[in-house]
T-cell receptor, first 111, second 114 residues
């Protein structure tokens, strides 16, 4: 599975968009990009995933570059409750054994 | 999280004692997983199950065993706890194999081995 690289920490002002980058230069054509987040001491929570096209749901938007070497998770209007560690994972949809979670990006949303 | 519960939430145990953690789901999902999370490491898979009595090892399975006698319950046992097994343990479930089906995680069990 693809290894991803994320900045260890980021800050964002409340109400502003939070843009979290992820590099996945070794991702293969059939590997999806998944985003999860983990709010302090809780289990990770699914946010969004995509393969080639940009995706949007009620939580976030996912922008994947055309060469699929990187992506950006966008929280359009960050709130204090979005403070969490965000994980970007490259994986085949049907693979559950070799998922590499990494350390993620710790996002602090400030008032 | 709704549909998945872990017990106990916190446990302190002594080195050398057996410990069993329980994961219970009400979603009737086929796949269940046990992960551990430690500072400086991402989530690491210990064991997973793809059905009743069907289990397989993950990347950090040494010192752990699992059992699944019912769809809804997945037990993780530390036969003889060691200090290196102090960690936060998360259970997860999925309807199918892999992240493509989405993982739902429990709230975790914080285990301290003294």
């Amino acid at each position: 599975d693809a290894k991803t690289t994320q900045p260890p920490s980021m800050d964002c002002a409340e109400g502003r968009a939070a843009n979290l980058p992820c590099n996945h230069s070794t991702i293969s054509g059939n590997e999806y990009v998944y985003w999860y987040r983990q709010i302090h001491s809780q289990g990770p929570q699914y946010i969004i995933h995509g393969l080639k096209n940009n995706e949007t749901n009620e939580m976030a938007s996912l922008i994947i570059t055309e060469d699929r070497k990187s992506s950006t998770l966008i929280l359009p209007h960050a709130t204090l409750r979005d403070t969490a560690v965000y994980y970007c994972i490259g994986a085949y949809a049907g693979n559950n054994r070799k998922l590499i979670w990494g350390l993620g990006t710790s996002l602090a949303v400030n008032p | 999280d709704a549909g998945i519960t872990q017990s106990p939430r916190h446990k302190v145990t002594e080195t050398g004692t057996p410990v069993t953690l329980r994961c219970h789901q009400t979603e009737n999902h086929r796949y269940m997983y046990w992960y551990r999370q430690d500072p400086g490491h991402g989530l690491r898979l210990i064991h997973y199950s793809y059905g009743v009595k069907d289990t397989d090892k993950g990347e950090v399975s040494d010192g752990y065993s699992v059992s699944r006698s019912k769809t809804e319950d997945f037990l993780l046992t530390l036969e003889s706890a060691t200090s290196s097994q102090t960690s936060v343990y998360f259970c997860a479930i999925s309807e199918g194999q892999g992240l493509g089906y989405g993982y739902t995680f429990g709230s975790g069990t914080r285990l301290t081995v003294v």
